[in-house]
Nanobody, 125 residues
Framework: QVQLVESGGGLVQAGGSLRLSCAAS????????MGWFRQAPGKERDFVAA????????DYADSVKGRFTISRDNAKSTVYLQMNSLRPEDTAVYHC??????????????????WGQGTQVTVSS
């Protein structure tokens, strides 16, 4: 079992930056691909970014490519999402997720077994 806890969300103006963190406890963190998803009110949970076991492979949704960066520190059992040039349409609850190793890294929620509760990101115009 893996427990995931996100932090770092908040209110930011358009064009600003935030860094989300997701701390994992439980089984060996480095055994799992990690992903970030987001869900806006009334919408489905959408893929944002994912990273493989040791960071050798990453993938991004087209809407965030060039603005967001996913990274991980296996020694700290933490995955990060650096978000720059934020836009109002980035407003959502952001969830981190952990899943079994696969390449390419997964983009679908059903490819992940473990989920955090989420952290709210609100971008004002």
């Amino acid at each position: 079992q893996v427990q995931l806890v996100e932090s770092g969300g908040g209110l930011v103006q358009a064009g600003g930056s935030l860094r989300l963190s997701c701390a994992a406890s439980g089984r060996a963190f480095s055994r799992y691909n990690m992903g970030w998803f987001r869900q806006a009110p009334g919408k489905e949970r959408d893929f944002v970014a994912a990273i493989s076991l040791h960071g050798g492979s990453t993938d991004y949704a087209d809407s965030v490519k060039g603005r967001f960066t996913i990274s991980r520190d296996n020694a700290k059992s933490t995955v990060y999402l650096q978000m720059n040039s934020l836009r109002p349409e980035d407003t959502a609850v952001y969830h981190c997720a952990g899943g079994p190793f696969r390449l390419p890294v997964g983009r679908r929620p059903d490819e992940y077994n473990y989920w955090g509760q989420g952290t709210q990101v609100t971008v004002s115009s």
